[in-house]
Protein backbone atom coordinates (compact mmCIF):
# COMPACT_ATOMS: atom_id res chain seq x y z
CA UNK A 1 0.00 0.00 0.00
CA UNK A 2 1.82 3.12 -1.26
CA UNK A 3 3.02 5.59 1.43
CA UNK A 4 1.29 9.00 1.41
CA UNK A 5 3.50 11.99 3.08
CA UNK A 6 2.94 15.45 2.79
CA UNK A 7 5.12 17.48 1.05
CA UNK A 8 8.13 18.69 3.64
CA UNK A 9 7.79 22.41 4.91
CA UNK A 10 10.39 24.50 4.52
CA UNK A 11 11.54 25.31 7.90
CA UNK A 12 11.79 28.98 9.60
CA UNK A 13 15.46 28.49 9.62
CA UNK A 14 15.50 28.59 5.46
CA UNK A 15 12.98 31.35 4.79
CA UNK A 16 15.48 33.36 6.96
CA UNK A 17 18.10 32.34 5.19
CA UNK A 18 16.60 33.52 1.90
CA UNK A 19 15.09 36.43 2.94
CA UNK A 20 17.84 37.47 4.14
CA UNK A 21 20.05 36.68 0.96
CA UNK A 22 17.33 38.49 -1.32
CA UNK A 23 17.89 41.76 1.22
CA UNK A 24 21.84 41.55 0.69
CA UNK A 25 21.41 41.23 -3.06
CA UNK A 26 19.12 44.38 -3.15
CA UNK A 27 21.51 45.87 -0.60
CA UNK A 28 24.21 45.16 -2.74
CA UNK A 29 22.80 46.48 -6.32
CA UNK A 30 21.76 49.59 -4.26
CA UNK A 31 25.39 50.47 -3.41
CA UNK A 32 26.53 49.43 -6.65
CA UNK A 33 24.30 52.28 -8.41
CA UNK A 34 25.37 54.40 -5.91
CA UNK A 35 29.07 53.41 -6.45
CA UNK A 36 28.79 53.99 -10.27
CA UNK A 37 29.77 57.25 -11.22
CA UNK A 38 27.16 59.68 -12.41
CA UNK A 39 27.41 60.67 -16.19
CA UNK A 40 29.23 63.99 -15.87
CA UNK A 41 28.03 67.44 -17.66
CA UNK A 42 29.47 68.71 -20.78
CA UNK A 43 30.19 71.53 -18.37
CA UNK A 44 32.25 69.78 -15.91
CA UNK A 45 34.41 67.36 -18.66
CA UNK A 46 35.26 70.78 -20.75
CA UNK A 47 36.42 72.20 -17.49
CA UNK A 48 38.80 69.40 -16.77
CA UNK A 49 39.66 69.35 -20.12
CA UNK A 50 40.90 72.87 -20.66
CA UNK A 51 42.43 72.13 -17.63
CA UNK A 52 44.99 69.26 -18.67
CA UNK A 53 45.16 71.63 -21.75
CA UNK A 54 47.12 74.37 -19.70
CA UNK A 55 48.83 71.56 -17.87
CA UNK A 56 50.19 70.83 -20.92
CA UNK A 57 51.48 73.67 -22.52
CA UNK A 58 53.27 74.41 -19.11
CA UNK A 59 54.77 71.59 -19.20
CA UNK A 60 56.04 71.63 -23.25
CA UNK A 61 57.04 75.03 -22.41
CA UNK A 62 59.45 74.29 -19.42
CA UNK A 63 60.81 71.30 -22.19
CA UNK A 64 61.36 73.65 -24.58
CA UNK A 65 63.50 75.87 -22.51
CA UNK A 66 65.54 73.18 -21.33
CA UNK A 67 65.94 71.97 -24.81
CA UNK A 68 67.15 75.39 -25.78
CA UNK A 69 69.38 75.97 -22.80
CA UNK A 70 70.69 72.37 -23.27
CA UNK A 71 71.93 73.68 -27.15
CA UNK A 72 73.57 76.78 -25.77
CA UNK A 73 75.38 74.94 -23.37
CA UNK A 74 76.68 71.86 -26.03
CA UNK A 75 78.16 74.64 -28.18
CA UNK A 76 79.82 76.50 -25.01
CA UNK A 77 80.72 73.19 -23.80
CA UNK A 78 82.54 72.32 -27.95
CA UNK A 79 83.89 75.86 -28.00
CA UNK A 80 85.65 75.35 -24.52
CA UNK A 81 86.62 71.72 -25.54
CA UNK A 82 87.99 73.44 -29.01
CA UNK A 83 90.39 75.41 -26.62
CA UNK A 84 91.39 73.33 -24.35
CA UNK A 85 92.90 71.03 -27.42
CA UNK A 86 94.63 74.41 -28.61
CA UNK A 87 96.52 75.22 -25.70
CA UNK A 88 97.06 71.82 -24.89
CA UNK A 89 98.96 71.69 -28.11
CA UNK A 90 100.35 75.09 -27.46
CA UNK A 91 101.63 73.30 -24.13
CA UNK A 92 103.09 70.05 -25.13
CA UNK A 93 104.97 72.05 -27.99
CA UNK A 94 106.27 74.24 -24.84
CA UNK A 95 107.12 71.16 -23.09
CA UNK A 96 109.25 69.69 -25.84
CA UNK A 97 111.06 73.02 -25.90
CA UNK A 98 111.56 72.46 -22.78
CA UNK A 99 112.87 69.28 -22.82
CA UNK A 100 115.63 69.80 -25.44
CA UNK A 101 116.95 72.74 -23.40
CA UNK A 102 116.92 70.64 -20.10
CA UNK A 103 119.00 67.77 -21.90
CA UNK A 104 121.13 70.63 -23.40
CA UNK A 105 121.69 71.92 -19.62
CA UNK A 106 122.37 68.44 -18.35
CA UNK A 107 124.91 67.24 -20.75
CA UNK A 108 126.91 71.01 -19.71
CA UNK A 109 125.69 71.06 -16.48
CA UNK A 110 128.60 69.09 -14.68
CA UNK A 111 130.98 71.27 -14.73
CA UNK A 112 130.94 74.32 -12.65
CA UNK A 113 130.19 77.33 -14.30
CA UNK A 114 133.18 79.41 -13.21
CA UNK A 115 135.66 76.84 -14.40
CA UNK A 116 133.35 76.97 -17.73
CA UNK A 117 134.13 80.39 -18.15
CA UNK A 118 137.96 80.18 -17.41
CA UNK A 119 138.19 77.36 -19.96
CA UNK A 120 136.11 78.80 -22.53
CA UNK A 121 138.27 79.79 -25.62
CA UNK A 122 135.79 82.92 -25.78
CA UNK A 123 134.59 84.22 -22.93
CA UNK A 124 132.94 87.27 -24.37
CA UNK A 125 131.01 84.17 -26.42
CA UNK A 126 129.95 82.13 -23.32
CA UNK A 127 128.66 85.32 -21.29
CA UNK A 128 126.55 85.69 -24.34
CA UNK A 129 124.99 82.05 -24.70
CA UNK A 130 124.68 81.88 -21.08
CA UNK A 131 122.58 85.36 -20.43
CA UNK A 132 120.83 84.20 -23.82
CA UNK A 133 120.13 80.62 -22.23
CA UNK A 134 118.79 82.02 -18.61
CA UNK A 135 116.70 84.33 -20.87
CA UNK A 136 115.60 81.61 -22.53
CA UNK A 137 114.90 79.45 -19.58
CA UNK A 138 112.95 82.41 -17.72
CA UNK A 139 110.54 83.16 -20.88
CA UNK A 140 109.65 79.37 -21.27
CA UNK A 141 109.06 79.10 -17.65
CA UNK A 142 106.72 81.89 -17.84
CA UNK A 143 104.82 81.02 -20.42
CA UNK A 144 104.56 77.48 -19.19
CA UNK A 145 103.25 78.86 -16.34
CA UNK A 146 100.81 81.07 -18.41
CA UNK A 147 99.57 78.06 -20.69
CA UNK A 148 98.83 75.84 -17.47
CA UNK A 149 96.57 78.48 -15.64
CA UNK A 150 94.82 79.01 -18.68
CA UNK A 151 94.31 75.46 -18.95
CA UNK A 152 93.17 74.98 -15.34
CA UNK A 153 90.64 77.55 -15.79
CA UNK A 154 89.67 75.79 -19.53
CA UNK A 155 89.24 72.55 -17.49
CA UNK A 156 86.94 74.46 -14.50
CA UNK A 157 84.77 75.91 -17.16
CA UNK A 158 84.70 72.71 -19.16
CA UNK A 159 83.61 70.99 -15.74
CA UNK A 160 81.43 73.52 -14.79
CA UNK A 161 79.80 73.13 -18.74
CA UNK A 162 79.24 69.76 -18.16
CA UNK A 163 77.59 70.14 -14.50
CA UNK A 164 75.26 72.29 -16.22
CA UNK A 165 74.57 69.83 -18.57
CA UNK A 166 74.08 66.85 -16.89
CA UNK A 167 72.01 68.97 -14.49
CA UNK A 168 69.61 70.12 -17.91
CA UNK A 169 69.48 66.57 -18.70
CA UNK A 170 68.09 65.37 -15.53
CA UNK A 171 65.49 68.85 -15.63
CA UNK A 172 64.72 67.22 -19.36
CA UNK A 173 64.31 63.31 -17.55
CA UNK A 174 61.90 65.08 -15.07
CA UNK A 175 60.33 67.07 -17.46
CA UNK A 176 59.13 63.60 -20.13
CA UNK A 177 58.15 62.16 -17.15
CA UNK A 178 55.95 65.41 -16.29
CA UNK A 179 54.86 65.23 -20.12
CA UNK A 180 54.05 61.55 -19.83
CA UNK A 181 51.43 62.43 -17.02
CA UNK A 182 49.98 64.81 -18.62
CA UNK A 183 49.42 62.43 -21.72
CA UNK A 184 47.61 60.13 -19.19
CA UNK A 185 45.64 62.60 -17.61
CA UNK A 186 44.72 63.50 -21.71
CA UNK A 187 44.29 59.59 -22.38
CA UNK A 188 42.11 59.67 -19.33
CA UNK A 189 39.43 62.61 -20.54
CA UNK A 190 39.33 61.13 -24.22
CA UNK A 191 37.97 58.30 -22.12
CA UNK A 192 35.21 60.61 -19.79
CA UNK A 193 35.01 62.10 -23.85
CA UNK A 194 34.16 58.83 -25.60
CA UNK A 195 31.52 57.85 -22.31
CA UNK A 196 29.52 60.96 -23.12
CA UNK A 197 26.19 60.61 -25.09
CA UNK A 198 26.05 61.58 -29.15
CA UNK A 199 24.27 64.78 -28.30
CA UNK A 200 26.47 65.39 -25.20
CA UNK A 201 29.63 65.63 -27.61
CA UNK A 202 27.63 67.56 -30.45
CA UNK A 203 27.54 70.07 -27.60
CA UNK A 204 30.69 70.11 -26.33
CA UNK A 205 32.23 70.40 -30.03
CA UNK A 206 30.17 73.40 -30.58
CA UNK A 207 31.32 75.18 -27.70
CA UNK A 208 34.82 74.57 -28.79
CA UNK A 209 33.81 76.14 -32.27
CA UNK A 210 32.02 78.91 -30.33
CA UNK A 211 35.87 79.80 -29.21
CA UNK A 212 37.19 80.15 -32.67
CA UNK A 213 36.79 80.98 -36.19
CA UNK A 214 37.81 78.88 -38.50
CA UNK A 215 39.14 80.44 -41.92
CA UNK A 216 40.12 83.92 -43.06
CA UNK A 217 36.93 84.02 -44.67
CA UNK A 218 35.13 84.33 -41.07
CA UNK A 219 37.32 86.53 -39.13
CA UNK A 220 36.94 90.73 -39.52
CA UNK A 221 40.46 91.52 -38.60
CA UNK A 222 39.60 95.40 -38.65
CA UNK A 223 41.77 97.93 -40.87
CA UNK A 224 44.67 98.10 -38.09
CA UNK A 225 48.15 98.24 -39.79
CA UNK A 226 51.14 96.31 -38.36
CA UNK A 227 53.80 98.40 -36.28
CA UNK A 228 56.75 97.63 -38.71
CA UNK A 229 57.22 95.34 -41.64
CA UNK A 230 58.98 92.58 -39.94
CA UNK A 231 55.42 92.38 -37.69
CA UNK A 232 53.40 92.15 -41.05
CA UNK A 233 55.82 89.56 -42.71
CA UNK A 234 55.21 87.20 -39.24
CA UNK A 235 51.37 87.97 -39.23
CA UNK A 236 51.23 86.98 -42.69
CA UNK A 237 53.63 83.62 -42.13
CA UNK A 238 51.52 82.52 -39.34
CA UNK A 239 48.52 82.78 -41.82
CA UNK A 240 49.59 80.51 -44.29
CA UNK A 241 49.60 77.93 -41.33
CA UNK A 242 46.06 78.53 -40.25
CA UNK A 243 44.49 74.99 -39.68
CA UNK A 244 48.15 73.62 -39.22
CA UNK A 245 48.21 71.04 -36.21
CA UNK A 246 49.23 71.54 -32.96
CA UNK A 247 51.82 69.45 -31.57
CA UNK A 248 54.07 69.61 -27.97
CA UNK A 249 57.81 70.78 -28.91
CA UNK A 250 57.41 71.52 -32.89
CA UNK A 251 58.26 74.62 -34.34
CA UNK A 252 57.01 74.36 -37.84
CA UNK A 253 57.22 74.14 -41.09
CA UNK A 254 53.92 71.79 -41.07
CA UNK A 255 52.69 71.87 -37.28
CA UNK A 256 53.50 73.89 -34.10
CA UNK A 257 52.97 74.59 -30.17
CA UNK A 258 52.26 77.58 -28.99
CA UNK A 259 55.79 79.49 -29.09
CA UNK A 260 57.14 77.23 -31.99
CA UNK A 261 54.69 79.04 -34.26
CA UNK A 262 55.34 83.06 -33.19
CA UNK A 263 59.39 82.19 -33.52
CA UNK A 264 58.51 80.16 -36.89
CA UNK A 265 56.79 83.51 -38.31
CA UNK A 266 59.43 85.87 -36.75
CA UNK A 267 62.11 83.78 -38.64
CA UNK A 268 60.42 84.10 -41.90
CA UNK A 269 60.63 87.77 -41.69
CA UNK A 270 64.54 87.32 -40.79
CA UNK A 271 64.07 88.01 -37.21
CA UNK A 272 65.38 85.65 -34.47
CA UNK A 273 63.19 85.42 -31.17
CA UNK A 274 63.91 83.03 -28.46
CA UNK A 275 62.10 79.95 -28.64
CA UNK A 276 59.95 79.62 -25.47
CA UNK A 277 56.64 81.87 -24.57
CA UNK A 278 58.64 82.96 -21.25
CA UNK A 279 62.16 84.28 -22.63
CA UNK A 280 59.91 86.02 -26.08
CA UNK A 281 57.90 87.92 -23.19
CA UNK A 282 61.18 89.72 -23.11
CA UNK A 283 62.06 90.05 -26.63
CA UNK A 284 61.18 94.03 -27.27
CA UNK A 285 58.81 96.85 -25.75
CA UNK A 286 55.67 95.15 -23.77
CA UNK A 287 52.16 96.88 -24.59
CA UNK A 288 48.56 97.26 -23.04
CA UNK A 289 46.33 95.36 -24.71
CA UNK A 290 45.14 99.27 -26.24
CA UNK A 291 48.42 99.66 -27.73
CA UNK A 292 48.42 95.95 -29.58
CA UNK A 293 48.69 96.14 -33.10
CA UNK A 294 48.76 93.45 -35.89
CA UNK A 295 52.11 91.63 -35.56
CA UNK A 296 52.46 91.94 -32.02
CA UNK A 297 53.02 89.11 -29.97
CA UNK A 298 50.18 88.54 -27.37
CA UNK A 299 51.30 87.10 -23.52
CA UNK A 300 48.39 84.97 -21.58
CA UNK A 301 47.95 83.46 -18.15
CA UNK A 302 49.97 84.47 -14.72
CA UNK A 303 53.01 82.32 -15.74
CA UNK A 304 53.29 83.42 -19.62
CA UNK A 305 53.13 79.94 -20.44
CA UNK A 306 51.29 80.83 -23.57
CA UNK A 307 51.86 83.19 -26.71
CA UNK A 308 50.32 83.87 -30.06
CA UNK A 309 49.99 87.19 -32.53
CA UNK A 310 47.62 89.75 -32.77
CA UNK A 311 45.92 89.89 -35.64
CA UNK A 312 43.76 93.01 -35.34
CA UNK A 313 40.27 94.00 -33.97
CA UNK A 314 40.35 92.30 -30.67
CA UNK A 315 41.43 88.50 -32.50
CA UNK A 316 44.39 86.42 -31.78
CA UNK A 317 46.04 83.92 -34.52
CA UNK A 318 47.53 81.12 -32.33
CA UNK A 319 48.34 77.62 -31.96
CA UNK A 320 46.06 76.17 -28.99
CA UNK A 321 46.48 73.41 -27.72
CA UNK A 322 46.78 69.39 -28.16
CA UNK A 323 43.82 68.09 -30.92
CA UNK A 324 43.66 71.78 -32.10
CA UNK A 325 44.19 73.90 -35.21
CA UNK A 326 46.46 77.07 -35.97
CA UNK A 327 43.12 79.49 -35.40
CA UNK A 328 41.97 83.12 -34.70
CA UNK A 329 40.58 83.39 -31.42
CA UNK A 330 39.74 86.29 -29.95
CA UNK A 331 41.85 87.55 -27.37
CA UNK A 332 38.91 87.70 -24.24
CA UNK A 333 38.82 84.32 -24.25
CA UNK A 334 42.37 84.20 -22.32
CA UNK A 335 43.52 85.94 -19.46
CA UNK A 336 45.74 88.48 -21.01
CA UNK A 337 48.94 89.95 -19.63
CA UNK A 338 50.62 92.07 -21.92
CA UNK A 339 51.37 92.50 -25.76
CA UNK A 340 55.19 92.32 -27.04
CA UNK A 341 56.57 94.52 -30.22
CA UNK A 342 59.40 92.91 -31.65
Same mark, same amino acid.
Given at each position: MASHRRPKQTSRARVTVLTATAAAAVAISAQAAQAAPAKQSVKSVKAKVDALYEQTEQATEKLNGATEKQERLQKQVEDIQDEVARQQSDLNDLQDELGTLASAQYRSGGIDPTLQLFLSADP???????????ALSTKQAEALQQIAEKKRTLDQQKAEAASKL?????????????? =?EVQGKLAETRTLLNSLTAAQRTSLAAAEDARSSRGNERVDLGNDTPASGRAAAALAAAQSKINSPYVFTHAGP?????????SWAYAQAD???? =???QDQANAGTRLSMSQLMPGDLVLFYGDLHH??????NGMVLHAPHSGALVRYESINNMPFQFGVRI
Open positions: DSYLDKASTLESELDRTRTELGKKK =RDSFDCSGLTVRIP =RTSVGLYAG
